[in-house]
C-alpha cells in the first residue's frame, strides 16, 4: 500500500476541492435541494474508472446523460409502465455491471437515482433534479481536468506494473520462506492469485494505453520466468530443505524486489544505476547452499537445479528489460 | 436465434442475478406498499442489493447488506439529534472520505463500503427536508423497511430462484479447460516441430493470456467464489482443491513458455521429442476426460497413464549426464529437464484431477 505518492496526492486535492465547492454550493439551496445535490454529487465523485481523463470524462458523462434519461421517462410514464420501466431496468443494466465490473458503480448510480427519483417522499420538479445532476458533473469534470490531467500516465503505468510483480514475486516467495505455508496453502495460494491478477490487470491496461510491444513481451517474459521459479512450491514436498535455505530464500527475494524498485524508480525519468548484483551474489549464495546441503539431503535434486537454472534465466530477462527500457539513460548494469 | 440461445446460455447466472434483483425489487415494492405501509425506496433498494450477490455465499452477503442498511439508518437517526443540517452534511463527508479512503487504498472492501454511502445517501435525501424533527415512527418504519427489504432480498436467492453451486461451479470450469486443451494442443505441435516459429509462439502467447484472463478476470464466470468467506464447508476443501491444480496447470503452461528451447541440439531434440509428445498426447487425452466429466459425459481413455513417463524417464536418462551438477554443461540439457519436469507435473496434476472429479 503506498500512502502519498503524487497520483495518491492529486486524487485526495481533487476529493478536497470537490468537497468544499459542493459545502459552499449547498448553502444556497434548499434543504431538499441540497440533499439532492450532495447525493448526486458525491456519488459521481465515486467513479473512478483509470488514469486516462477522456475514459474518467466519458464515464461521468454518460451516468449523468443515462441518468437524466431515466429521470425524464419515469417523470413522463403513467404509473404501470413506470413500474415496468423500474423492473426492467435491473434486468438490462445488472448483467452489464457483472460484464463490465468498472462500469458497476456507474450502473448502480443510476439504479440508485432512478429508484430514488420515483419512489422517495422528496417532491421536486423534474427539472430541478436534472439541474442538480447535471451542475455537480461539469464541476467534477472541470476539477478533473485542472488537478487530475496527468500527462504521464505511461511512466506511471508501466510503474504499476513493476510494483505488482514485486508484489507477485514476494507472495512467491513467502511460500518457501514461512514456514507454515504447508497448514495454509489455500491463504498463501490465494495471495498469489489475486496478486497475479492485479498484475495482469495493470499489464492489461499498460497494453491497451501504450502498445509499446517489446516492453510488454519483456515483462510477460519475467512473469513467465517468474512462474518457473514458483513451480518449486509445488514440486517439493519436504519442508525441512527450505527451512535449510531459508536465508538464502529470503536474500533472494529481498533482490529482486530491489531490482525492480530500482526500474520503478527508473521509470520516472530519475537517473539511477540498476545493479543486479545482489541478485546475483544471491543465486550464488543458493548454488552454494545447494552443493554443500540439499544435494545430498534433497531426494530429488534436480528440482533445485531447475529452480537456480530458471532464477538465472529471470537475471537475464531483469538485465534485458532494462536494456530496452533505459538504453538512451546509460544505466549501468 | 442460436446466437442469443448460446449468449444466454453462456451468461446464465449474471441473467439468473439480474432476473432475481428485478422479482426481489417487485416483491419488496408490492410488500411495503400494499401490505406493510412503509417506506418503499428504502425497501426496494436494499432488496436489490441483497439480491445482487455473488455465487458463493449469497446469504450471508444478504445479510451483510441488511445489517449495513440498518446501521445507516442508526446513524441517520443519532444525527437527527443535533437537530442541525450541517451535522447531516459533515456526517456525509466523513462517510465519503472513508469509502474514498477504503477505495483508493483497499480494493477488497469496495463493494461493502459503497452500499453503505448509497444507503446513507438514501436516508439523507429522504429526511432532509424534515431534519429537524425527531420522530421515532419515521426511523422505526424505516427500520422494518431495511428489514423487509433484506429479507424479500435473501428469500429470494436462498427460496424463490435459488443459486445452484455445483452446476455454476462446473459451468464455470468448462470454458477454461477447453482453452487448456486448446493451449497444450499447440504447445505439443510447437514443441514437435523445432523450429523457431515466431507465429506459433505468439498465437500460443495470446491463447494463454486469454486463459488467464479468464482465470482471474472479475467478469469471468471461473468459480473464484469458491474462496470466498462463509462459503459452504462441506463443498469447499473440495472445489479449492479442483481450483488450485486448474491453476496450477496455467502455471506449468507459463513455465514450458518461459523456457529457451533455441538452446536444445537438433540430435537431443529429436531423440527425445517422441517421448514427449506421447505424454503430451495423453495429457490432452486426460483434459479432454475431464471437461467431459464435468459436463456430465461419458469418459472415454486409453487407462495407462504410467507406461509413457516410464519410457519418457528412461529416454531423459540415456541422453543426460549421469551426474546432476553436469547439467549445466549445456544450456540445453536444462531446457530439456525443465519440459520433461513440466509434462512430467502435468501429468500428475492431471491424475489428481481426474480422481477428483471421478469421486464427486
Redesign the interface.
Known amino acids: ?1 503506498r ?1 502519498l505518492t503524487t497520483h ?1 496526492i492529486q ?2 486535492l481533487y ?1 478536497l476541492v470537490v ?1 468544499f465547492i459542493t ?1 459552499g454550493i ?1 448553502h444556497l439551496l434548499s ?2 435541494q ?3 445535490y ?2 448526486a454529487t ?2 459521481l ?2 467513479l ?1 474508472i483509470d488514469d486516462l481523463y477522456h475514459h474518467r470524462l466519458r464515464l461521468i458523462g454518460a451516468t449523468t446523460l443515462f441518468s437524466c434519461l431515466s429521470l425524464l421517462l419515469l417523470a413522463y410514464l403513467p404509473i404501470s409502465l413506470a ?1 415496468f420501466y ?3 431496468l ?6 452489464i455491471s ?4 468498472a462500469w458497476r ?1 456507474s450502473i ?1 448510480a443510476i ?2 437515482f432512478s ?2 427519483s420515483y ?4 417532491m421536486l420538479p423534474v427539472e430541478m433534479k436534472l439541474s442538480l445532476l447535471c451542475l455537480p458533473a461539469i464541476i467534477l469534470i472541470v476539477c478533473q481536468l485542472i488537478i487530475l490531467f496527468s500527462n504521464r500516465r505511461e511512466n506511471r503505468q508501466l510503474r504499476h506494473v513493476l510494483y505488482r510483480l514485486k508484489l507477485l514475486n514476494s507472495d512467491i516467495f513467502a511460500t518457501y520462506i514461512h514456514q507454515h505455508y504447508a497448514d495454509n ?2 491463504l498463501y ?2 495471495r498469489i ?1 489475486i496478486q ?2 492485479r498484475f ?2 495493470a499489464l ?1 491496461l499498460y497494453r491497451s494505453n501504450t502498445g509499446i510491444t517489446h516492453i510488454i513481451e519483456s515483462i ?2 519475467l ?3 517468474m ?2 521459479y ?2 518449486l512450491r ?2 517439493n514436498t519436504d519442508a525441512s530443505l527450505f527451512e535449510v535455505a531459508n536465508r538464502e530464500m529470503q536474500a533472494l527475494n529481498t533482490a529482486i524486489n530491489h531490482s525492480l524498485s530500482a526500474m520503478m524508480k527508473q521509470a520516472r525519468f530519475q537517473p539511477h544505476q540498476i545493479s543486479l548484483h545482489s541478485l546475483k551474489v544471491a543465486i550464488s549464495d543458493m548454488e552454494t547452499v545447494f ?1 554443500g546441503v540439499i ?1 545430498v539431503t534433497a531426494r530429488e ?3 533445485f ?2 529452480f537456480i ?2 532464477l538465472k ?1 529471470f537475471d537475464e530477462n531483469l538485465a534485458d528489460l532494462i536494456v530496452i527500457l533505459f538504453a538512451d539513460e546509460g544505466a549501468r548494469v | 436465434m442460436k446466437q442469443w440461445l448460446a449468449f444466454f446460455r453462456t ?1 446464465e447466472p ?2 439468473m ?3 432475481r ?2 422479482v426481489a ?2 416483491l419488496s ?1 408490492l410488500v411495503t406498499y400494499y401490505v406493510l405501509a412503509l ?3 428504502l425497501a ?2 436494499t432488496a ?1 442489493f441483497a439480491s ?1 450477490v455473488t455465487t458463493g455465499t449469497p446469504f450471508r452477503q444478504g445479510l451483510l447488506v441488511t445489517i449495513t442498511c440498518t446501521s445507516a439508518i442508526a446513524l441517520v437517526y443519532i444525527l437527527s439529534f443535533a437537530a442541525n ?1 450541517m451535522a447531516y ?1 459533515l456526517a ?2 466523513l462517510i ?2 472513508c ?2 479512503v477504503l ?4 480494493e477488497v472492501l469496495y463493494n461493502h463500503a ?1 452500499y453503505l ?2 444507503v446513507f ?2 436516508l ?3 429526511t ?2 424534515k ?1 429537524d424533527l425527531i420522530n421515532v415512527q419515521t426511523f422505526t418504519n424505516a427500520l422494518y423497511a431495511v428489514f423487509a427489504g433484506g429479507v424479500i432480498g435473501m428469500t429470494t436467492t436462498k427460496f424463490l430462484l435459488p443459486i445452484r453451486q455445483t452446476k455454476s461451479f462446473t459451468a464455470g470450469l468448462i470454458p477454461v479447460i477447453d482453452m487448456q486443451v486448446d493451449i497444450a494442443t499447440k504447445i505439443n505441435a510447437y514443441l514437435s516441430q523445432y523450429t523457431n516459429d515466431d507465429e506459433a509462439l505468439k498465437n500460443i ?1 495470446a491463447q494463454q ?1 486469454t486463459m ?2 479468464m ?5 469471468s464466470t471461473y468459480p473464484d467464489w469458491v ?1 470466498e468467506v462463509g462459503f459452504n464447508p462441506g463443498l469447499r476443501s473440495g472445489y ?1 482443491y479442483i481450483l ?1 491444480r486448474i ?2 496447470l496455467s ?2 503452461y ?2 514450458l ?4 528451447i533455441m538452446h536444445i541440439t537438433v540430435e537431443h531434440w529429436e531423440k527425445l521429442t517422441p517421448a514427449i509428445k506421447t505424454v503430451m498426447s495423453k495429457n490432452i487425452e486426460l483434459l479432454q476426460a475431464l471437461s467431459n466429466r464435468l459436463a456430465g459425459n461419458k469418459i472415454v481413455s486409453s487407462g495407462d497413464y504410467d507406461a509413457d513417463i516410464t519410457q519418457l524417464n528412461a529416454e531423459f536418462k540415456e541422453f543426460a549426464p549421469s551426474d ?2 553436469l ?2 554443461l549445456h544450456p540445453g540439457y ?1 531446457a530439456l ?2 519440459i520433461v ?2 509434462v512430467k ?1 502435468m501429468r500428475n496434476v492431471l491424475l489428481q484431477l481426474m480422481i477428483a472429479a471421478l469421486n464427486n
Open positions: 500500500m500512502l495518491v486524487r485526495w476529493f468537497t459545502i449547498v434543504p431538499q441540497a440533499a439532492w450532495l447525493c458525491f456519488i465523485l465515486l473512478y413500474i423500474l423492473i426492467l435491473p434486468i438490462i443494466l445488472i448483467p457483472f460484464i463490465k465490473p458503480i448502480y439504479l440508485l429508484i430514488l419512489l422517495s417522499p422528496l496453502l489455500y495460494e490465494r492469485h497475479k491478477r495482469l490487470e492489461e510477460e517474459k512473469y513467465d520466468t512462474l518457473d514458483a513451480q509445488f514440486r552443493q544435494q535434486p534436480l528440482l537445479i531447475l537454472d530458471s534465466r | 451468461n449474471i441473467i442475478i439480474a432476473i434483483a428485478a425489487m417487485a415494492f417506506p418503499t425506496a426496494v433498494i436489490m445482487i443540517i452534511y456525509v463527508c465519503t472520505m469509502v474514498y477505495i483508493t487504498y483497499f459503497v454511502l448509497f445517501y438514501f439523507f435525501v429522504m432532509a427536508f431534519v502467447k493470456q488467464l484472463m482465470l482471474t478476470a472479475e467478469n474462496f479449492r488450485l491453476e496450477r502455471e506449468i507459463a513455465s513458455m518461459s523456457l529457451p546432476l551438477q547439467l549445466d536444462i529437464a525443465s519436469q513440466d507435473d
